[in-house]
């Protein structure tokens, strides 16, 4: 079992998608193995999206990621890191193939829906930053 952390971003609640993107993680088969509905505070961002921070783009998505309630979740599943930056599809919605989350949902580069970790060692870096009393901790 994995676990990695998704976002569901503000696009996503505005637009009264988080009902039919976490179907699809459940209709998967994964776990929801924790779920939280939070806003993002400039500190926050620049901590989770610490490899930006530099980029001239940075100051957009900052104000895009803190603009309103994101829904932060772990989800548990056998290559459960892999498996939903699959579900979730190409960065850039109109780059994202048909069947993915970006790919149906999204026409745009920042406006796209969800974030998944990249990697076995940003989903524990970003669980222990949206869930710090669970680091290291039990499902
Ligand atoms: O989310 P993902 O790992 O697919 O993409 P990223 O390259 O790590 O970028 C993080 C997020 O920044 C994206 O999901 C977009 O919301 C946003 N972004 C942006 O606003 N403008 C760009 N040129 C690239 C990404
Ligand atoms: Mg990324």
């Keep these: 079992m994995e ?11 505005q637009r009264r998608l988080m009902g039919r993107v976490i179907a699809r993680f459940e209709d998967k088969g994964l776990d ?10 400039p500190e926050l961002a ?5 490899e930006h921070v530099r ?3 940075y100051p957009e998505l900052e104000a895009f990621i803190t603009g309103g309630p994101v829904v932060a979740m772990i989800v ?5 890191i892999r498996v939903v930056r699959a579900m979730a599809g190409a960065t850039n919605g109109l780059e994202a193939d ?3 989350i970006r790919g149906d949902f999204s026409s745009s580069q920042q406006m796209n829906l969800v974030h998944a970790s990249d990697g076995p060692e940003s989903a524990q870096r970003e669980i222990d930053i949206f869930f710090p009393a669970r680091v290291g901790g039990a499902r």
Excluded: F
């Design 3 to 13: 676990r990695t952390l998704v976002l569901l971003k503000p696009d996503c609640l």
């Design 32 to 41: 929801i193995a924790a779920m939280k509905l939070m806003r993002v505070t």
């Design 46 to 50: 620049r901590r989770h999206y610490a």
């Design 55 to 57: 980029k001239a783009w």
């Design 76 to 80: 548990a599943g056998p290559e459960a």
């Design 98 to 100: 048909p069947g993915t």
